[in-house]
């Protein structure tokens, strides 16, 4: 049933690149077409609040211990992007996908099931963490769940999303990655020569910038002569196009289209997520470039409110099952702290522990034994 479902999408979607081209259309018109995904039910809109409201409260909960400086270096902060994650998570297969992004990090590797304990453990820098207290807040990384960092270097991670898809293609896995980087990011030069590798090799990856209006403090109108991230995958023919990523339903149709399209063996998707982060870029920032009102008007749009109306709205749950919700949410983010809080920091060892070590190695003059 599968391989005729699949076979009826490739038919659809010749007939659709066959219209484009006849028309004269852009490429990333075939990506208005709405493919058969995974249905979104009550549950899902369930499992959304659940999720996004845990995912926030756990920022929440980050920012208050870093004022008592009990996180230290820097700290980036999720809030108001959650409904990225939430719709790509919709339609990723968790056993084979993978996921690579920059130092706003923390929520991605717990919606794709690791320990949201260890998490916090790995910001405080304790042993129990992901890295073992050695990577702190932007260098989050679990392999065995298919997540790849955390990466501090401004878009260093992209040129790497595109080497895994790679190894997804070689080994013949099925795996599709999800490469994420920041509108700022969207400006390294590394993008573009990974482009051009990823469609001239038809790649298994997602490239998606999360455009939430500021590179640090400089807006996106401001880094070019146009706010249209997205069209710089058309100089490569890649199928590109924006996405409203306040709204996890719309992240989610936008996302099947494009991992479909890579598990054909078409190629990468450019999609830029429209979103906004309602803290600033850091906690160090004092955030002069912007008003309190406009970070209010996006507010009236917050993917958490958006999907709770729904719930409301449906009647999907009471108002006492809302609140047990809420009450749950915040009892699984204290017992995180009390995790954290309670893990040792690490011996002194493990400094050596992971520093590679050759005895003859040939680049290194020997000490004089005399001296």
């Given at each position: 049933?599968?391989?005729?479902?699949?076979?009826?999408?490739?038919?659809?979607?010749?007939?659709?690149?066959?219209?484009?081209?006849?028309?004269?259309?852009?490429?990333?018109?075939?990506?208005?077409?709405?493919?058969?995904?995974?249905?979104?039910?009550?549950?899902?809109?369930?499992?959304?609040?659940?999720?996004?409201?845990?995912?926030?409260?756990?920022e929440d909960k980050l920012?208050?211990?870093?004022?008592?400086?009990?996180?230290?270096?820097?700290?980036?902060?999720?809030?108001?992007?959650?409904?990225?994650?939430?719709?790509?998570?919709?339609?990723?297969?968790?056993?084979?996908?993978?996921?690579?992004?920059?130092?706003?990090?923390?929520?991605?590797?717990?919606?794709?099931?690791?320990?949201?304990?260890?998490?916090?453990?790995?910001?405080?820098?304790?042993?129990?963490?992901?890295?073992?207290?050695?990577?702190?807040?932007?260098?989050?990384?679990?392999?065995?769940?298919?997540?790849?960092?955390?990466?501090?270097?401004?878009?260093?991670?992209?040129?790497?999303?595109?080497?895994?898809?790679?190894?997804?293609?070689?080994h013949n896995t099925g795996?599709?990655?999800?490469?994420?980087?920041?509108?700022?990011?969207?400006?390294?030069?590394?993008?573009?020569?990974?482009?051009?590798?990823?469609?001239?090799?038809?790649?298994?990856?997602?490239?998606?910038?999360?455009?939430?209006?500021?590179?640090?403090?400089?807006?996106?109108?401001?880094?070019?002569?146009?706010?249209?991230?997205?069209?710089?995958?058309?100089?490569?023919?890649?199928?590109?196009?924006?996405?409203?990523?306040?709204?996890?339903?719309?992240?989610?149709?936008?996302?099947?289209?494009?991992?479909?399209?890579?598990?054909?063996?078409?190629?990468?998707?450019?999609?830029?997520?429209?979103?906004?982060?309602?803290?600033?870029?850091?906690?160090?920032?004092a955030q002069h470039y912007?008003?309190?009102?406009?970070?209010?008007?996006?507010?009236?749009?917050?993917?958490?409110?958006?999907?709770?109306?729904?719930?409301?709205?449906?009647?999907?749950?009471?108002?006492?099952?809302?609140?047990?919700?809420?009450?749950?949410?915040?009892?699984?983010?204290?017992?995180?702290?009390?995790?954290?809080?309670?893990?040792?920091?690490?011996?002194?060892?493990?400094?050596?522990?992971?520093?590679?070590?050759?005895?003859?190695?040939?680049?290194?003059?020997?000490?004089?034994?005399?001296?």
């Amino acid at each position: 049933m599968q391989v005729r479902l699949n076979e009826q999408k490739k038919s659809v979607l010749n007939n659709v690149i066959f219209i484009r081209n006849m028309l004269f259309l852009p490429p990333y018109f075939e990506y208005t077409l709405k493919f058969i995904m995974k249905e979104i039910t009550k549950e899902t809109y369930i499992k959304w609040y659940e999720d996004m409201l845990f995912w926030r409260k756990f920022e929440d909960k980050l920012a208050a211990v870093y004022i008592q400086q009990k996180v230290r270096g820097f700290l980036h902060l999720y809030n108001g992007q959650e409904a990225i994650l939430a719709g790509s998570l919709h339609v990723m297969n968790l056993g084979k996908d993978k996921m690579i992004t920059a130092y706003r990090n923390h929520v991605q590797p717990i919606g794709m099931g690791v320990d949201p304990k260890r998490v916090m453990a790995e910001l405080y820098g304790k042993v129990t963490g992901t890295s073992h207290g050695m990577g702190g807040s932007m260098h989050i990384f679990s392999k065995e769940k298919g997540f790849f960092g955390g990466h501090g270097i401004v878009g260093g991670q992209i040129p790497l999303g595109a080497g895994m898809a790679f190894g997804d293609k070689y080994h013949n896995t099925g795996g599709v990655t999800i490469c994420c980087f920041g509108d700022g990011a969207a400006r390294q030069g590394s993008l573009h020569e990974t482009f051009n590798m990823a469609m001239l090799w038809k790649l298994p990856v997602v490239f998606i910038v999360e455009n939430n209006g500021y590179a640090m403090g400089t807006s996106v109108g401001r880094t070019a002569n146009h706010d249209d991230i997205w069209k710089l995958g058309l100089g490569y023919e890649m199928p590109s196009g924006p996405v409203d990523a306040m709204n996890p339903i719309k992240v989610a149709e936008a996302m099947d289209e494009a991992m479909e399209r890579a598990r054909r063996g078409d190629g990468p998707t450019f999609l830029e997520m429209k979103t906004y982060r309602y803290r600033g870029h850091s906690m160090s920032d004092a955030q002069h470039y912007r008003t309190k009102d406009e970070v209010a008007e996006y507010k009236k749009i917050d993917p958490i409110t958006q999907v709770l109306d729904i719930i409301k709205e449906n009647d999907y749950l009471t108002a006492d099952e809302i609140k047990q919700i809420e009450v749950d949410v915040k009892s699984r983010v204290a017992e995180c702290e009390k995790f954290a809080e309670e893990s040792p920091y690490p011996e002194i060892q493990q400094l050596y522990d992971v520093v590679y070590d050759q005895e003859d190695y040939p680049f290194i003059k020997p000490a004089n034994k005399d001296n």
